[in-house]
């Protein structure tokens, strides 16, 4: 049978698991920690400790800033020192919450014990609403507030929730870790999604280059359906490995058969699409009353001697999990936050992990070397890897001439930046640094468009 | 480490360059390269290396001294240039004709538009049929194949040209012509029967087609729908009047055909980036091709038809594209 995949590009980088076997650890408690207080697509959440306050681990210390936000727990136990801008990993200052670690005493409520709870709660409201008070954010990437998510649009049906288990980036394998050592607790927050959507199917969806996580997999939910029938209706999926799988659109293609429109949103063709990290999360916030302070990092590279997968509490500066792990090693070139693929470049080493912090990858400069740029062969390669069927090296054309009109007639708003383009361009050319531009400048200018059309609209009415 | 790099994503590099590409279409020539230096011995050798060094040569000696840029002969492209063009020569071309097809190939077809992937017309073609019009009794001597190093070259015809210089007698017929020469299709497929070098073996250009797709440089689909179209059209002719076209696999087999679609045809800079595209553009060539043979005055109309359907690639690129996502 031919193993399912998605169907419009993709690339097959060399897998580069080499931390698949370390056992995920939880990382020391640091002497600080630095929250952010944008964590998450939308608004920042708004701080509600002041300076000098006591707080324990998981305790609310921001609340939503708008609809499109997320509550911030305190990650730790021990004094707010201040409240004000650091620089992120990219060097922009970031409105952060500094406290100083004393010991580690957590919140009442919640549970520490680490015994399975199975039974799903009744109500899916409730069930949303401890997934928002618990600030679960996806930890896929896209940091997008989880019970927005779960709470789709009237009129808008969720047909099918598919867990993303790919983790198609190179390197990164603490969603495999994840997957091995906590399935148990992504199966109950799987069902725990599939409730709060109120939807019969769900698919776990993993690449074929784990299968010892597929097993797992198979077995927990075989385990738990013959215990509960809120399991049934619960799949696994093997999927080829291709990268990049794990993207949203690819992903309800290779499951679903379905593609998202341009513009639109997934639960437009029936999907909503959680990250493993997430389903455990959302277990985590729902049956253990825990929010989200901490998340699985991996941390790797073949430069880097010590390979592990971390369990860090959100806030702790990068540099320490480093340290804790012996040092930046001497042929490092780059430090990536992320996989090699899609992962942010880090600029600033003391910067503090957030909920999305997934990976932190050590490049060697000849592993991550550009190659000097030459002329485009026409080989076609770029577009037969764009896995939302753009053709790069038109769009870089068009980008270089300044044509917003074409680059919007040929879609480069549809681009998601997955990098598959430069990846395989033989003759090097930065094709995803130019169309990233471009991107950006014709989104601007439909964004300006949708606003003026909204204007004239409501301005209309008025005349009349 | 006291400088930290950074820069956007991604940040790694797949292995394969224009370099590598280059290089693997020069390896999938060789089996081809080997049958006409066996079959054609030390007169072939001398066609590909003044072909090779010559357009190796030009376009060093144009990128350092005419453009004072860097050298770009590292890239393996005027190798491939060199190469095919020598594949596309008699072995019998005196070396001068063979440099002037070079410097014709580089010089004007690929160095005036601007280098590689700025050319609209494969270089090597160019090089091929400016010889072809302006040296005719060079380019149109065939010997018939005597083993390696052998002396005692005898001259003679293609299948092609037999066919095309026999039929122009009265009464004439295909059948008649094919039994008089005793050509054969296995001696087609295996040994050559007289053509340019390149074209001695079919098996030996099927070889180097299979390792570039095995090597993912290039898509079957445009020498498919060549060779597709070519058998297809020649078939329904020749079930029309066997007596004056020539079968389906006899155009498959002769002239130089299977190296035009596997080699040519295929080169990225002057084909259809979409394989829609490139399905059109072998339709255009196969038809071209089997109109020439049949109608035209030359007996061979593989060049020209690639030729003709190089000047259509930019429209075949405005007007097929590659399937969006989530578009109609």
């Known amino acids: 049978m031919a193993r399912r995949t998605f169907s419009i590009g993709g690339v097959h980088p060399a897998d580069s698991k080499i931390s698949r076997d370390c056992k995920l650890e939880y990382l020391p408690l640091p002497p600080t920690v630095y929250i952010a207080l944008s964590q998450h697509i939308g608004a920042p959440a708004k701080p509600v400790v002041a300076v000098g306050d006591k707080v324990k681990a998981g305790q609310v210390i921001a609340e939503p800033g708008a609809f499109m936000s997320a509550y911030i727990h305190s990650s730790v136990s021990g004094t707010v020192k201040s409240i004000g801008p650091r620089k992120d990993l990219s060097g922009n200052n970031q409105m952060v ?6 010991g580690d005493e ?139 799988e794990g993207g949203e659109k690819q992903l309800i293609d290779a499951v679903m058969h379905r593609q998202v429109k341009s513009g639109g949103l997934p639960i437009d063709v029936g999907a909503v699409v959680d990250n493993v990290c997430t389903a455990l999360a959302v277990y985590e916030a729902v049956q253990k009353n825990k929010p989200l302070v901490d998340n699985s990092v991996t941390v790797t590279g073949e430069c880097f001697p010590k390979q592990a997968n971390l369990i860090v509490r959100v806030g702790t500066p990068l540099r320490f999990i480093i340290d804790y792990l012996g040092g930046v090693p001497e042929d490092a070139a780059k430090i990536v936050s992320g996989g090699p693929m899609m992962g942010k470049a880090i600029a600033n080493l003391d910067a503090a992990s957030m909920k999305g912090t997934g990976g932190l990858l050590f490049l060697t400069r000849e592993q991550t070397k550009r190659m000097p740029e030459s002329g485009c062969i026409r080989c076609g390669k770029c577009a037969d890897a764009c896995p939302m069927g753009l053709e790069p090296f038109l769009l870089n054309r068009l980008a270089k001439a300044g044509d917003t009109d074409a680059l919007e007639a040929n879609a480069v708003q549809d681009c998601i930046m997955c990098g598959c383009c430069l990846y395989s361009c033989p003759a090097g050319i930065p094709l995803l640094d130019v169309i990233s531009q471009a991107r950006g400048q014709v989104m601007g200018i439909m964004r300006a468009r949708a606003a003026a059309a909204k204007a004239a609209a409501e301005a209309k009415p008025k005349t009349e | 480490m006291d400088k930290i790099l950074v ?40 066609v590909l290396a003044v072909s090779v060094l010559s357009c190796v040569l030009i376009e060093y ?188 696999l006899f155009n498959l087999l002769t002239g130089g055909l299977l190296l035009g679609a596997c080699f040519m045809a295929t080169d990225y800079v002057t084909s259809p980036m979409t394989v829609k595209g490139g399905v059109i553009y072998g339709v255009g060539i196969g038809f071209i091709t089997l109109m020439i043979r049949y109608f035209g005055s030359y007996p061979e109309g593989v ?20 399937k969006k996502y989530g578009r109609a």
């Open chain 2, 303 to 322: 060049s020209f038809a690639i030729l003709i359907m190089n000047s259509t690639v930019p429209l075949l690129n405005n007007w097929f594209h590659q």
């Open chain 2, 61 to 248: 000696l144009i990128t350092r001294f005419c453009l004072r840029k860097a050298s770009t002969t590292g890239d393996w492209s005027a190798v491939v240039t060199g190469v095919l063009l020598a594949l596309n020569l008699p072995p019998t071309t005196p070396w001068w004709v063979v440099f002037i097809g070079a410097l014709v190939a580089i010089g004007v077809a690929k160095m005036t538009f601007g280098g590689l992937g700025q050319n609209v017309f494969n270089p090597a073609l160019v090089g091929r049929v400016f010889l072809l019009i302006s040296f005719p009794t060079y380019m149109t001597h065939w010997e018939i194949p005597q083993g390696l190093f052998g002396v005692d070259a005898i001259s003679g015809a293609t299948p092609l040209g037999a066919i095309k210089e026999g039929l122009m007698q009265p009464g004439a017929t295909v059948q008649g012509i094919m039994a008089d020469h005793g050509y054969s299709y296995s001696q087609m497929l295996f040994a050559n029967i007289g053509g340019s070098a390149g074209e001695a073996c079919a098996v030996a250009i099927l070889l180097g087609f299979i390792y570039l797709l095995v090597r993912k440089v290039i898509k079957p689909w445009t020498t498919l729908s060549i060779l597709g179209t070519v058998a297809l059209v020649s078939c329904v002719f020749w079930l029309a009047d066997p007596s004056r076209f020539t079968d389906p």
């Open chain 1, 97 to 102: 919450v500094e406290i100083a670690v004393e």
């Open chain 2, 7 to 46: 820069s956007p994503n991604p940040h790694l590099h797949s292995k394969t360059t224009t370099k590598v590409l280059m290089r693997d279409v020069v390896i999938a020539m060789l089996p081809a390269v080997a049958v006409s230096v066996v079959f054609y011995g030390w007169k072939e050798l001398l």
């Open chain 1, 106 to 244: 957590w919140v009442e409520e919640v549970d520490r014990d680490d015994n399975l709870v199975t039974e799903i709660p009744q109500d899916p409201k409730a069930i949303i609403e401890k997934i928002k008070l618990g600030g679960v954010v996806g930890l896929g990437g896209a940091t997008f507030p989880t019970h927005v998510k779960l709470s789709p649009p009237p009129g808008k049906k969720c047909e099918m929730l598919i867990i993303n288990g790919c983790e198609c980036e190179p390197y990164l394998t603490s969603d495999f870790r994840t997957l091995l050592e906590k399935g148990e607790q992504v199966v109950v927050g799987t069902a725990l999604i599939k409730k709060a959507l109120g939807v019969d199917k769900a698919t776990i969806a993993i690449e074929d280059n784990k299968p010892e996580a597929i097993e797992n997999i198979t077995r927990v939910v075989a385990a738990l359906r013959s215990k509960s029938p809120e399991y049934s209706g619960i799949e696994v999926m093997s999927l080829m490995k291709k990268y990049p």
